[in-house]
């Protein structure tokens, strides 16, 4: 479109599911158009998952929704801590209410565009709306944090557009055309935002396959492909039947299940692709069972067939049925992975870093200024810490004014005082240092101003130094950022970790077993696969 057609580049938006997809795309482009001239052309061009392009958006717009523009966006794990204190805050028994279901009820909502008032509204039995109060407290802390969660980032950008009907018009004019991936997969926000931005031109090509469609329970719904051609009666569709990836007798094995399938699209798939080992079936008696079994094919294969580690995907439904490959591949010194087990940028001491980089970037954020207060053993108790939190609400101050306001009306002793200052101290001047240097460099200084190396040593040696080499693969990671990236700044980068996925992080070059549910293993290829624990899926 861009050579061929004249269309300038920063008229186009290409969505895709994964940054992992988005990535493969630029890379794909940027191999394309070689030379600097062609380079420049593409520069405008938006690429991206449907969370970053809007968080791009709401960077630019957000304080029209009475938002500052340096909003930090919640992880998983920061959500469900800050559910846990609405929970507490509203007295209410968490073991009842628990915090992990309340977030995927709120999640859901979110996907389906419910804001508050429409699920306080739709809630109609008694814990629903016990569950609409929880909704309604978590939002307000959000609010008052400067921060949103991962589903906020599309439902706001839908609210955006759809109160400002200027602004959505500035957007249409931009996006004139717009291409979106895996449409099979989008929930019912990521939908609207599509027919929000595509009405004004009707500009829209999607790629998707409704046989391929496996996130229902993220909120995906398949009618929305289904019924493409009745939401845009003018649009063509192209069948694109042949297989490049698999042999013929994976491909008949595949189209001889999921012809069952009520709701698709009728297609015959074919590949010039001859040969192949036949799909192997094997009856397990019990978990174990199955995973020594899959262990002795493996060393089979790679004792017999000269086949590496890397060349091996274990598939399974939930993460949580990795146990007993886990244990079997232990037991015989196997080198595997488990992708979506414990993340990176999960890791506490790789949080308690980031907690110190997101309070520098924005001081409204509540989540990171307990996390720092209850690790960086300055003495603040409950008590103190909850006259902070007042102060902080009742006279509209972010949590740094009010610590150094609670200092002076708040009896603390004088070691703590000292302590609470210095910590003040601290943060005021790598705020201002954020402003001269790299984001690398002002993650080395924190590290070195708060003798981070020297506190983990204190847990002993052994246990140290994992958490230390984590640390050092952090600022490598901001540093490869700073890199990789046009926008280096601090504010990028906490956006790109909390916006990553699991599958992100997979590069698969080390020689290992990959262990990973098959949603994850989406747009994967692998010589040999095993699809364990059949009964657990579900026929449609």
């Known amino acids: 479109m861009i050579f061929q057609k004249k269309i300038n580049s920063s008229n186009v938006l290409a969505v895709t599911f994964t940054n992992k997809a988005a990535q493969e795309m630029k890379d794909r482009i940027e ?13 405008g061009l938006w690429m991206g998952t449907f969370h970053s392009i809007c968080a791009r958006i709401l960077r630019q717009e957000i304080d029209i929704l009475g938002y500052d523009k340096n909003f930090v966006i919640y992880d998983k794990g920061d959500q469900l801590s800050m559910i846990r204190g609405c929970i507490k805050t509203l007295d209410l028994d968490n073991k009842k209410y628990s915090p992990n279901i309340i977030s995927s009820i ?5 996907n389906n565009l419910e804001d508050v008032e429409i699920f306080e509204y739709n809630a109609l039995n008694y814990y629903k709306k016990i569950v609409a109060k929880v909704y309604t407290q978590y939002q307000e802390e959000l609010f008052e944090n400067n921060a949103l969660d991962f589903n906020d980032l599309i439902l706001l950008t839908v609210k955006l557009f759809k109160e400002n009907p200027e602004i959505l018009e500035n957007y249409q004019n931009k996006f004139r055309y717009i291409l979106v991936d895996e449409y099979q997969d989008i929930n019912f926000a990521q939908y609207q935002l599509v027919k929000l931005l595509s009405e004004k031109y009707n500009n829209l090509f999607v790629v998707g396959d409704p046989d391929q469609s496996i996130y229902k329970f993220r909120g995906a719904d398949l009618n929305n492909i289904l019924r493409f051609e009745q939401d845009f009666p ?26 069952h399938n009520k709701n698709r699209k009728e297609k015959e798939l074919w590949t010039n692709k001859k040969g192949g080992q036949k799909i192997r079936c094997y009856e397990a008696a019990s978990a174990l069972d199955e995973a020594i079994f899959v262990s002795q094919e493996i060393t089979k294969l790679n004792k017999e067939d000269s086949k590496t580690f890397k060349d091996f995907a274990i598939l399974y439904r939930t ?19 488990v992708v979506g ?10 949080k308690d870093i980031l907690a110190y980089l997101r309070f520098i970037h924005d001081q409204k954020d509540g989540v990171s200024f307990l996390r720092i207060i209850n690790n960086a053993k300055l003495g603040i108790g409950k008590i103190t810490l909850s006259k902070i939190e007042e102060l902080a609400r009742k006279n509209n101050l972010n949590f740094h004014l009010a610590l150094k306001q609670g200092l002076r009306v708040i009896k603390i002793s004088r ?21 001269e240097i790299k984001g690398s460099e002002l993650l080395i200084e924190l590290i070195r101003k708060i003798n981070y190396y020297e506190e983990l040593k204190k847990e002993g040696e052994f246990k140290a130094q994992s958490k230390i080499e984590n640390i050092k693969e952090l600022i490598l990671a901001v540093q490869e950022f700073e890199v990789n990236n046009e926008d280096k700044s601090l504010t990028a980068f906490l956006e790109y970790v909390a916006l990553i996925t699991d599958i992100d992080l997979y590069k698969g070059e080390e020689d290992v077993i990959t262990v990973m549910t098959l949603h994850s293993a989406k747009g994967l290829e692998f010589p040999v696969v095993f699809i364990t624990l059949n009964p657990c899926f579900k026929a449609r």
């Open 31 to 43: 191999f394309i158009s070689k030379d600097i001239s062609n380079r420049k052309i593409m520069k």
């Open 106 to 110: 709120i999640d859901k909502a979110k």
């Open 234 to 259: 003018h649009s063509k569709v192209i069948k694109l039947e042949q297989n490049y990836r698999s042999t013929k007798v994976i491909l008949e094995g595949a189209s001889n299940l999921i012809k």
């Open 319 to 337: 993460n949580a049925q990795s146990r007993s490959f886990e244990e079997i591949f232990n037991k015989q010194g196997i080198p595997f992975r």
């Open 341 to 350: 087990g414990l993340r990176f940028y999960e890791r506490k001491e790789v």
């Open 415 to 435: 070691d703590r005082k000292e302590a609470i200052n210095k910590f003040s101290s601290l943060i005021d001047e790598l705020n201002e240092k954020k402003k």
